[in-house]
C-alpha cells in the first residue's frame, strides 16, 4: 500500500513571492507517477504538473515546478511568482504505473494562501 | 478542450431515498473513476472501469453500485441514503490508466 504525506496543513505567501509545498511519499513500487493537483474554491480538481518515477528531470509547467528526489521520497512544489489565483488547496498524489486504471492515493492536502 | 461531465451538479436528497450520479469521460478516454470527498477531507476512491469492466473498488458501500455503458459514460447508483453519505463526488477518466482528469464533481446532500 502506498502513503502520501503532507505536513503543511496550511501556507501562506504574498503575491509575487515564491512558495513551497512539500510532500513526501512511501511505496515498493519502482514504476509509479506523482501528481499535484489544485483544488481551488469552486472545488474543482485541477492537474497542475506531473513527474514520471522513471525520469530524473524535474517537471516545470510555466510558474509551476517540482523537486522530485526519488531515493528521499519527496516530491515538492514550487509556485514561482504567486498570484492570487492561486489560492487552492494542493494535493500531492501518487499512482503506481500497472498501465490500467490504478487509483490515485492523495495526502491530506496543504491550503495555499496568497495574500497582497 | 472536452472535459469530464458529470451531472447533476447539485442534489439533494433525504434519508432512505436513491440517488444516480452520471459521468462522461473525456472522448477516447477508456478509463473511468469515481471518488468521494467529504468536508475538509482528501477525495477517497470508490471503484474505476477500464473499457467497461469493473477495474478496481475502494471503500464503497455495499449500498453503492456502480457500471459503466457501452458508450463509456458511468452511473454512480446510491441507495438508502444517510446523512454519512453527504459530500462531493468526483468522476475522472484516464487513457490508459495514467493522468486523470477530474469531472466539476456532483455536490450531494442528504437532509
Known amino acids: 500500500a502506498q502513503t502520501v504525506t503532507q505536513s503543511q496543513p496550511e501556507m501562506s505567501v504574498q503575491e509575487a513571492e515564491t512558495v513551497t509545498l512539500s510532500c513526501t511519499y512511501d511505496t515498493s513500487e519502482n514504476n509509479y507517477y506523482l501528481f499535484w493537483y489544485k483544488q481551488p474554491p469552486s472545488r474543482q480538481m485541477i492537474l497542475v504538473i506531473r513527474?514520471?518515477?522513471?525520469?530524473?528531470q524535474n517537471a516545470t509547467e510555466n510558474r509551476f515546478s517540482v523537486n522530485f528526489q526519488k531515493a528521499a521520497k519527496s516530491f515538492s512544489l514550487k509556485i514561482s511568482d504567486s498570484q492570487l489565483g492561486d489560492t487552492a488547496m494542493y494535493f500531492c498524489a501518487f499512482i503506481p504505473y500497472t498501465g490500467t486504471a490504478s487509483k490515485l492515493t492523495f495526502g491530506t492536502g496543504t491550503r495555499l494562501q496568497v495574500t497582497l | 478542450a472536452a472535459g469530464v461531465i458529470q451531472s447533476p451538479r447539485h442534489l439533494i436528497k433525504e434519508k432512505r431515498e436513491t440517488a444516480t450520479l452520471k459521468c462522461y469521460p473525456i472522448p477516447r478516454h477508456d478509463t473511468v473513476y469515481w471518488y468521494q470527498q467529504g468536508p475538509g477531507q482528501d477525495p477517497q476512491f470508490l471503484i474505476s472501469f477500464y473499457e467497461k469492466m469493473q477495474s478496481d473498488k475502494g471503500s464503497i458501500p455495499d449500498r453503492f453500485s456502480a457500471q459503466q455503458f457501452s458508450d463509456y459514460h458511468s452511473e454512480l447508483n446510491m441507495s438508502s441514503l444517510e446523512l454519512g453519505d453527504s459530500a462531493l463526488y468526483f468522476c475522472a477518466s484516464s487513457y490508459r490508466g495514467y493522468e486523470q482528469y477530474f469531472g466539476p464533481g456532483t455536490r450531494l446532500t442528504v437532509t
Open positions: 513527474q514520471e518515477a522513471y525520469k530524473q
